[in-house]
């Protein structure tokens, strides 16, 4: 199958490959704007934007962290993200993914609009009010993340209601997903919540409410898309485009530490797992050293300094399920094996290459051995 181009609000992706952003750091803008320069839509992950370069961007710090969400959530950081992504991708569509559990929500999307992101991809909750942040800034797509029709129905309902505005795509995020999941642990395992039962009654939601908005929304499918064939079978299914994040990290531009990648390449199907997270979702990683040490209630020291999830409540969370997120995130993107929290796709252990993004974006349109 030939992929055809994928259009989102005003701007169209030559190929229907979105670079699922990920957190911390490791789709900034060397991943983000590598991907959207060879046809495709890189993401820029909005968290902890404080720690580029070296902390540069922040004004104040505590034991070698960004101070606050304020700082955490570095306006400066992402603006100069943003600015070195544009150095690769010039004029090329480049989106920014917000989560809607983060503290500084609102102030973090105007900070995108303002940074010139195009498109605004928001999960990790639903993006209700997404519209009336981004209220001047007509041109900037919004796409929610969802994870059900039902959730899908909601936001269309929500935003044509008060906003006379409805979403221009939807990613929909199945349960094999790298990080923080939209299902409860049971839901992940069972059938009946897998990728492909799931697409039909979400095109059919979107179908609907792009008969009353006039214009297309397409369904973007995500969670557990490996490589081309996974491509033309969501499609065949439906979806639009699709999705992916874990394969990326296999790239010399992911700006992720070597060591990160090293976890990746080592990692073994039963390595892969549902753990607890702070943010009250479960979420899948890497079994490594760090949830070993937090079985054995071990885990290195939460002291809450960045404050970057309203979920954990100031580290009242991170203290139930033994680690600081945004800690633990920070050294696995630095390749921190140690006590770095590692999260991956399902499909994570495939991996056992590092290419660039040139040579994958090439097997992902055309085929392995292409």
């Known amino acids: 199958m030939e992929l ?10 030559k190929y229907p ?9 490791i789709s900034w803008n060397r991943l983000a704007g590598n991907v959207s320069l060879n046809g495709g839509l890189g993401v820029i992950s909005s968290v902890g934007t404080g720690y580029y370069e070296h902390r540069a961007h922040i004004t104040k710090e505590l034991n070698s962290k960004p101070y606050d969400s304020v700082n955490f959530y570095s306006r400066n950081g992402f603006k100069a993200i943003i600015d070195n992504a544009r150095k690769i991708c010039g004029d090329k569509p480049l989106a920014a993914n917000i989560m809607c559990a983060s503290n500084d929500y609102a102030r973090i999307v105007k900070d995108a609009c303002e940074h010139g992101i ?8 639903l993006p209700t009010n997404l519209p009336e942040l ?29 906003y006379n505005r409805l979403p221009d795509a939807v990613v929909l995020e199945g349960p094999l997903s790298g990080g923080h999941q939209g299902f ?34 397409p369904v973007v499918a995500a969670g557990g898309i490996w490589d081309h064939d996974d491509i033309v079978k969501v499609i065949n299914l439906g979806a639009s485009g699709v999705q992916m994040g874990t394969r990326f990290i296999g790239t010399h531009e992911c700006d992720a530490a070597d060591g990160f990648k090293e ?18 979702y479960p979420a899948r990683g890497i079994q490594t050293n760090l949830l070993d040490l937090v079985e054995k209630n071990a885990g290195p020291k939460i002291q809450c300094i960045s404050n970057c999830v309203s979920p954990c409540q100031r580290g009242k969370e991170a203290k139930q399920v033994g680690y600081c997120i945004a800690d633990r995130l920070y050294d696995a993107v630095s390749g921190n094996k140690e006590t770095g929290l590692f999260f991956s796709g399902a499909n994570g252990y495939k991996l056992n290459e590092i290419i660039s993004v040139k040579e994958l974006m090439k097997k992902l349109v055309y085929g392995e051995n292409s």
Do not use: H
């Not at 195009?118 to 990790?124: E, L």
């Not at 800034?137 to 309902?157: G, M, N, Y």
């Open 4 to 13: 055809t181009s994928l259009k989102i609000g005003k701007y169209e992706i």
């Open 17 to 25: 490959i979105i670079q699922g952003g990920m957190g911390l750091g």
């Open 118 to 125: 195009n498109i605004i991809i928001s999960g990790a909750g």
């Open 134 to 162: 981004t209220k001047g800034f007509t041109d900037v797509a919004l796409v929610p993340i969802v994870s059900s029709a039902k959730a899908l129905k909601i936001i269309c309902k929500r935003w044509y209601d008060r």
């Open 184 to 217: 409860t642990y049971e839901q992940c395992l069972d059938p009946n919540y897998q990728l492909e039962n799931l697409i039909k009654p979400v095109v059919d939601e979107a179908s609907r409410w792009a008969e009353v908005g006039g214009n297309p929304i």
């Open 263 to 280: 976890v990746l390449l080592n990692a073994k199907k039963e390595d892969i797992k549902l753990i607890k997270s702070p943010v009250g």
